[in-house]
């Protein structure tokens, strides 16, 4: 079992930058992780994810030179830094994590993008 907490989200103008950091517990080696948001409007979607050792990043387009995710074994922690925030950027960020067919998710956190 694998326990996700994430922490990091908040209100900030558009332009600005916040750092989301996502703290897993239990059997958290070889996990492969990766945020996605939802919005009322829109179902979830995938924003960025990361392998166990980190040497492979995908990134949704819209967030592509923006957004840089990255992780810390040793401290069971995948962080997400959102620089040049806009609006269409806010929603409920989750973090999610895999191992073999076994998926696991946090509760989310609101990022709110003021214009």
């Known amino acids: 079992q694998v326990r996700l907490v994430e922490s990091g989200g908040g209100l900030v103008q558009a332009g600005g930058s916040l750092r989301l950091s996502c703290v897993a517990s239990?059997?958290?080696?070889?996990?492969?992780m990766a945020w996605f948001r939802r919005t009322p409007e829109k179902e979830r979607e995938f924003v960025a994810s990361?392998?166990?050792?980190?040497?492979?990043?995908y990134y949704q387009d819209s967030v592509k030179g923006r957004f840089t995710i990255s992780r810390d074994n040793p401290k069971n922690t995948v962080s997400l830094q959102m620089n040049s925030l806009k609006p269409e950027d806010t929603a409920v960020y989750s973090c999610?994590?895999?191992?073999?067919?076994?998926?696991?998710w946090g509760l989310g956190t609101q990022v709110t993008v003021s214009s």
């Open positions: 239990g059997r958290t080696f070889g996990l492969a």
């Open positions: 999610f994590a895999q191992i073999s067919v076994m998926n696991y």
């Open positions: 990361i392998n166990w050792s980190g040497g492979n990043t």
